[in-house]
T-cell receptor, first 109, second 119 residues
Framework: RKEVEQDPGPFNVPEGATVAFNCTYS??????FFWYRQDCRKEPKLLMS???SGNEDGRFTAQLNRASQYISLLIRDSKLSDSATYLC??????????FGAGTTVTVRA | GAVVSQHPSWVICKSGTSVKIECRSL??????MFWYRQFPKQSLMLMAT?????????EQGVEKDKFLINHASLTLSTLTVTSAHPEDSSFYIC???????????????FGEGSRLTVL
């Protein structure tokens, strides 16, 4: 089983729509969780960390469910510029990060 | 914010040649840098952890004699793909922790990536 699994999508949504997707992780001892955004042929960039209580950053909301070992990302009022691949990143130990393969989101006009 | 610079961005080489990729932390010292490889539509896979002043730690399945890593200073790590073959064609990305610690207590910043194509 992969350490981090994501629905690859793609999620095709119109501007203004809400889109949400999950990521599951296998190591129950994982302590840190992140969502990174990766544009085509570019390096990943941190979108937001995911905190136990859930957190929001503008139109983006991240949730963590330790019991079921998944994190989620919700994007409200989607913009064209939100089109990207969203990588779920889990820190299972002190220095290694485990990356999901990414969920592709395409926002259309 | 902290910046990691990677060079070259693109490289095309003939099979059998060696290619060196540089990763620099521009405004912070990174005692540890990480090298990843990403094939199309796949996860970033950690290849090795580069430690300043000591030998790199390679992940299982990654050939240390093929992927030579040198972390000679606190701001520079290099990855050399020796005797490259077409199957080595991939997107290679380095990263460093902004606090320069082995532990991930800060945001991980990525280089721009190097796209290697081996003919």
């Amino acid at each position: 089983r992969k350490e981090v699994e994501q629905d690859p999508g793609p999620f095709n949504v119109p501007e203004g729509a809400t889109v949400a997707f999950n990521c599951t992780y296998s190591n129950s001892a994982s302590q840190s969780f992140f969502w990174y955004r990766q544009d085509c042929r570019k390096e990943p960039k941190l979108l937001m960390s995911v905190y136990s209580s859930g957190n929001e950053d503008g139109r983006f909301t991240a949730q963590l469910n330790r019991a079921s070992q998944y994190i989620s990302l919700l994007i409200r009022d989607s913009k064209l510029s939100d089109s990207a691949t969203y990588l779920c990143v889990v820190n299972p130990n002190d220095y290694k990060l485990s990356f999901g393969a990414g969920t592709t989101v395409t926002v259309r006009a | 914010g902290a910046v990691v610079s990677q060079h070259p961005s693109w490289v095309i080489c003939k099979s059998g040649t060696s290619v060196k990729i540089e990763c620099r932390s521009l405004d912070f010292q990174a005692t540890t840098m990480f090298w990843y490889r990403q094939f199309p539509k796949q996860s970033l896979m950690l290849m090795a952890t580069s430690n300043e002043g000591s030998k790199a730690t390679y992940e299982q399945g990654v050939e240390k004699d093929k992927f030579l890593i040198n972390h000679a200073s606190l701001t520079l790590s290099t990855l050399t793909v020796t005797s490259a073959h077409p199957e080595d064609s991939s997107f290679y990305i380095c990263s460093a922790n902004s606090r320069g610690l082995a532990g991930l207590t800060g945001e991980l910043f990525f280089g721009e990536g190097s796209r290697l194509t081996v003919l």
